[in-house]
């Protein structure tokens, strides 16, 4: 029975109603970030160029919004028991966070490579933090026991339908702050992100464009819709840490999604987004993680060009604050 309950949702499709359902209940958690256009993107482009600011949200990313909207929908039983993940990063944040506001239990399982002040970070947010073995295949299998022996549910940061509408609600969010837009370049790892987006963004104007943008090193969607199937990328170091690692061989969802609703993948280099930190904080005067900033990249280097309005996300702001204090002193 447990087995069911865990599996209940595989072979869900995304609805429109889904994400409006979502916003119900993560609004009122979440910052309406704001959007302001860019000066020197539009006129370096020649276009309309704005900024969703959602690196201002609550924890630092948009991972709440899915975090909140998963929560919320698991079961009384399921939330006696808790919510178990593996993430050292805006997942693990997000999730901690949102737990800690429903008053649910959280684990999140760890290496014990991961440093301290991830570990620290997570806990003050109000997670327990499980530290097992030298590497993530361990501690997955940690979260895995967690699931099937203490029934705790195992919240992926991409690949879970509640996850992918909660994500959606900045979707809404932007076509309302901006009706027009023509384009919207989102960053794109596991693809929780740009596929709740891309939903609510068309299912509101069918006409609109989503790009997602990727790192070139280790760019797991984009190798697998070349390959046609979710196929194993080495995972590889990144400016972009948050958009690292695979898309899951068992993809459930975010596969098949990216397919349909996701116009073009474009790839950004670490020299690209070193550039895109730096103009964040010079030309926008924004703080953002390598992820965040991948977007803004693909416009700098004409990885795709853009008719009319268009928006480029800015998704996080955690980033060490050495490494950012050295990207924006460097010379560009
Ligand atoms: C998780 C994350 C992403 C990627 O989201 P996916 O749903 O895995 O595509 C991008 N940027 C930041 C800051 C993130 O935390």
């Not at 050292?88 to 440093?115: D, F, Q, W």
Request: aromatic share 4%; with cysteine; charged share 25%.
């Amino acid at each position: 029975m447990k087995q069911l309950a865990v599996n209940k949702k595989v072979g869900k499709m995304l609805l429109f109603e889904d994400i409006q359902r979502a916003e119900k209940i993560v609004a009122k958690h979440v910052v309406k970030t704001p959007i302001v256009q860019s000066k020197a993107l539009s006129d370096a482009i020649g276009e309309e160029i704005y900024l969703k600011l959602e690196n201002q949200q609550i924890t630092g990313s948009f991972k709440i919004r899915g975090a909140i909207n998963a929560i919320s929908n698991l079961t009384p039983e399921q939330r006696k028991a808790g919510v178990v993940a593996l993430s050292t990063g805006n997942h693990g944040r997000g999730l901690a966070y949102a737990a800690n506001l429903m008053k649910i239990r959280c684990i999140i399982c760890m290496s014990e490579l991961v440093p301290n002040n991830k570990i620290e970070g997570i806990k003050e947010i109000g997670a327990e933090v499980k530290l097992i073995g030298g590497n993530q295949d361990e501690a997955q299998l940690e979260a895995d026991r967690l699931s099937i022996e203490e029934g705790m549910t195992y919240i992926s940061p991409f690949d879970n339908i509640d996850v992918i509408a909660g994500q959606g609600t900045l979707g809404l969010e932007i076509y309302r702050q901006i009706p027009k837009l023509k384009f919207v370049f989102v960053p794109l790892s596991g693809g929780g992100l740009i596929c709740g987006v891309a939903k609510a963004l068309k299912s509101l104007n069918p006409n609109l464009k989503v790009i997602g943008v990727s790192m070139d090193r280790g760019a797991a969607m984009y190798e697998s819709q070349k390959a046609g199937k979710p196929i194993f990328v080495k995972e590889e170091e990144s400016l972009a840490d948050a958009l690292t690692g695979g898309i899951g061989l068992d993809n459930k969802y975010t596969f098949d999604l990216t397919r349909k609703l996701v116009d073009e993948i474009v790839l950004v280099s670490e020299e690209e987004i070193a550039k895109g930190i730096h103009h964040a904080y010079w030309h926008e005067s924004q703080i953002v993680e390598g992820a965040g900033a991948v977007a803004i990249a693909s416009l700098l280097n004409n990885k795709s060009t853009p008719k009319g309005p268009s928006l480029a996300l800015m998704c996080g702001k955690n980033i060490d604050i050495d490494k950012h204090f050295n990207l924006i002193a460097a010379k560009h």
